[in-house]
């Protein structure tokens, strides 16, 4: 047997298939990519790592949703938990910047799903397709964060490019296996436009790559040139100050002058070297721009003289310019100076007499102007570049753009370049975030001299600029080759396509009937040959199917009628089985099966307790409700089909009344011109027979027997059901009564015992009552009404409700409060009379607890009595044990026990 699946079963098999296998690719891969970024997390510790870990955890999460949804055939879930994570993937261009691989990824993702979902509509896949990478492209132009900073993304990079390229392949695969079973004309224009994409795809991804690189060499060489530049300018600065120092202290007389201020404490010697010095140093200060102070120190430090009297007197033994001056010249890096209250370079360099003794040292102190001057020439740099020096401690030297009013020293720049600069103490190049957080190709020296990093740097927006629009350029061509290629295919595959689509349309209507269609039949190709052959081969058709029509037309009656039959039976089977009145369920099942099925008569026949007789227990007609009255009753094998039907236990039909001679003619039922009669059996069990009469003469056929005896069965099955029922209520009542009766001579017993009395609480506390004290009215009023009374006896409101147990009153509850504090309102009167049912539900359980405890310790007392009579075999000791046992077991004051023989007869 042959089994043809219909196309859109299929399409969903096929959609189920594709959306477990790519979700499950997705799922794996984007918790790799997830795991992969642990190891870098744990030594950058950025923040948009772990945003992009927990983004590529939730694309997980809800793909493996999606492949669970679609190995259960849930499409609807599955595609939600698609969306969804197609939706939150553009997002990781946010954390680590654009990725064309994963966008390449992702839109193969839409494709391949949207071929699987319209197979046969390429506007719809291609409209998808096109709308994601628009809708990426949206999020990557509008990112509200700041990407992380692309020293860090090397270490992504390959994770990244292995998982994208795993995911791409295997998509890849998947489209392929796809191909087969999508039309002809989306499998030619997918393959159109993939020889026009891909090679577009893979230009411009070459070009993208080789353009990023070469902007970056001339970048990073354009910062390079500037800064070469810039150590220049510092290094020409720097000796220039050393040689005005050596200038001023070349002078023969100078140094003599200077060796009376080093070696004499006073004298008026060392009083003219001093104003001398003073008039020199001075005059010197005032025609050049190059130092502003110049001081003289001894070997131990000290200063004697200085051009800031602030500074006489001080002791620079510990400081570096000294130490190192006192050898040679130096330079002390840029520091803190106290006394100039802001960062200064130190020139020093030992002061020599003519025996070549070191008598102290000669230091001047230059301001950062000079330096902040060279940093400020942004020749070369364009609109964002900018040069700037950073001291040992990253404190800030000269001036920057963003803030170049700011007091320098005290900001503190930690970039990648300073850091490397400063820590590895040598020239480099990189791309990093900048002191403002901007991503920057940056250029970094060290200069030994100064101790410091020089920076050149360089925004990569507009280092970039002029390749951007390159690439736009580029780009734009692309697409536009793109797009021709696509109109290109849309019109070849539409002059191939279209012809076999109207064939296909055509085949497709005749398969589903019509077979009055025509194909479209142009031209002298191959299509139109098979469209002519197609034509004749309908025309045939239309000829075959047209005999066939009618004989369809009577079986699809018959099975419409025999479908509503069963659908009527079913429908009175439910209404069956939810009746457990007997004589209730008779009589509706009667009528139901006239009204639903359209027969004359029903009559449902009960077999008396002698299983003698069928009696008709219930009709619908009126003929049979006079039988009814009259207790008709049929013989049981004997009298008419019914007596036939239980007598035989199968079934019986009389197709035509008048001349089935096992019919018994009825004139409570004249119009009867075909009848049928069965059994009701449950289990083995025979309960009587339904006897079903209609005014059509032929009117059951063996499928109405079936159908029928399907009924019957039910209504058996019923009928037993409801005398059960009816026997374990008989039965439950019975042992409810019993139990009452039982409970109620209990409780007289106990009444008549003596046990009579109550409790009242009051102001004063609790106390228990005499059976004695009189019942006050409202009480004997509760206890007679039996049930609530409220009355108001003088100021107050008294309330009697009576104790009942089981139908039985016990006692009453009376209480009471003044008028003043308020009537009795219907929630508190019904709190009342729950309370009292709670106080007799308590008292009978109480009463049951009490025997059970009496009835223990009887049989406890018998037991003890039987071990102590059976401890001995002397007659005489069993007579008297059990003597003295039973009367102090039930406290009686004499018992006596005797042994007589027989009665002589």
Known sequence: MTVVSSPDTKNTSRQIHVTRRVTLFAAILLLGSALSYVPVFAQVRAWQILADMLNSALGSFFSFQAYRAAKRGDLRKAARGIIIALLIQPTTHWFLGFNLASLVATSLAVLILSLATWPNQWGRWLSATIGYLFYSFLMVSFSPVAPLPEQYLPALRT?????TVIFILLVTIEILRLLPTISIRNRLLLTSISLAFIPALAVTIASVGFGLRTGRTQAINQLTSVAQLKANQI???????????ATIISEPEAVLRMSY????????????????TDQQLQTYLQNSPYFDELFIMDTNGRVVYSTEPRRIGQVQQSDTYFITGMLGPSVQPPTYDPTANTSVVIFSRPIINANGQVLGVFAGRASLNALNDIMLERAGLGETGETYLVGLNRALLTEVRDNPSALLGSRYIRTLGVNRALQEKRNGSDVYPNYAGKDVFGVYFWLPDLQVALLAEQTTDEALRALQNTLFIQGGIALAAILVAILAALWITRSISTPLENLTQAATQVAAGNIEV??????????????????????????????????????????????RQLETVAQIGNVIASIRDLDTLLERVTHLISQQLGFYHVGIFLLDEDGEYAVLSAANSEGGQRMLARGHRLKVGQVGIVGYATGYRRPRIALDVGEDAVFFDNPDLPDTRSEIALPLIAGQTLLGALDVQSTEPNAFSQEDVRILQLLADQLAVAIENARLFTQSQQALEEAQRAYGRLSREAWLHMLASGQRGGYRSAGSGVHPLSGAEDLAPVEQEALRAGKLVLREVEDTQQVAIPIRVRGMTLGVFRTQRPVEQGRWTQEELQTLQNITAELGDALESARLYTETQLRAENERRLGELAAQ???????EDILKTAARRIQDTFGLDEVEIRMEGPAEE
Not at 235 to 245: A, F, V
Not at 539 to 550: A, D, V, Y
């Open 518 to 563: 025509q194909a479209e039949a142009r031209g002298e190709d191959e299509i139109s040959t098979v469209a002519r052959a197609f034509n004749a081969m309908t025309g045939r058709l239309r000829s075959l199917i047209t005999s066939l029509e009618e004989r369809v037309a009577e079986r699809t009656a018959e099975v419409e009628a025999r479908s």
């Open 235 to 245: 290094n020409l600065w720097q000796n220039g100050l050393q040689t005005e120092l």
């Open 159 to 163: 994770s990244d490019a292995l998982t």
């Open 869 to 875: 009579v059976r401890a001995t075999l002397d007659v």
């Open 261 to 276: 201020l080093l070696t004499q404490q006073s004298g008026a010697q060392r009083a003219t070297a001093l104003l001398q």
